[in-house]
């Protein structure tokens, strides 16, 4: 299985602050790359699928890059809706695989 | 808008079997896509369980394929899992949802999740 391991484990941020997330696969997984938001009682939110493509609906304030083995998700200005638990999730191969999740917390 | 929600089972005992329904609505669900399950563990990370598609074509994590079976019901537009021989380390959150894709699935649908504990 692909390992996805996710940094950091946690943040504490401000509203307005810039926030980045680090996602890094065991193997080259190319751009097969998706980025999830999950808040306790909520349906799991997909922001971005193939490392950068923005989902309909999703605020631009997030994005994503990377490739490879490295990604990043980057939320240029938080807002109250945002604090919440991200997770990057690898698919290229079977079984599709999780990273460990970022708790992002108020300040 | 495609919308998914699980049925709560209670509280399961182990070695028992843990049965969920998720009853989707806003999308025929013969129509196409893999219709799965995913976990969450208390304080871990998510889980892919498995997957199905309406011909009857499923997928299933290999750490839990000897024990798991998901079904779908197209006249009542409902997906199915089954867990089998359950212990504790079996309870977590579990989350239907749409699979978008073969190559580079991303899960683009989502149930809100239920917690079920396995307790004797």
């Known amino acids: 299985d692909i390992q996805m391991t996710q940094s950091p484990a946690s943040l504490s941020a401000s509203v307005g602050d810039r926030v980045t997330i680090t996602c890094r696969s065991s193997q080259y997984i190319s751009t097969f790359l998706n980025w999830y938001k999950l808040k306790p009682g909520e349906a799991p939110n997909l922001l971005i699928s193939a490392a950068s493509n923005l989902q309909p609906g999703v605020s631009s304030r997030f994005g994503g890059s990377g490739s490879g083995t490295e990604f990043t998700l980057t939320i240029t200005s938080l807002q109250p809706e945002d604090f919440a638990t991200y997770y990057c999730q690898q698919a290229y191969s079977n079984p599709l695989t999780f990273g460990g999740g970022t708790k992002v917390d108020i300040k | 808008q495609v919308q998914l929600q699980e049925s709560s089972p209670g509280l399961v005992k182990p070695s028992e079997t843990l049965s969920l329904t998720c009853t989707v609505s806003?999308?025929?669900?013969?129509?196409?896509?893999?219709w799965g399950w995913i976990r969450q563990p208390p304080g871990k990370g998510l889980e892919l369980i498995g997957s199905v598609y309406y011909t009857g074509s499923s997928y299933y994590n290999p750490s839990l394929k000897s024990r798991v079976a998901i079904s779908m019901a197209t006249s009542s537009n409902q997906i199915s899992l089954q867990l089998q021989s359950v212990t504790a380390a079996d309870t977590a959150v579990y989350y239907c949802a749409r699979l978008h894709g073969i190559m580079g699935t991303k899960i683009d649908f989502w149930g809100q999740g239920i917690l079920v504990p396995v307790s004797s």
């Open positions: 806003g999308y025929s669900i013969k129509n196409g896509f893999y």
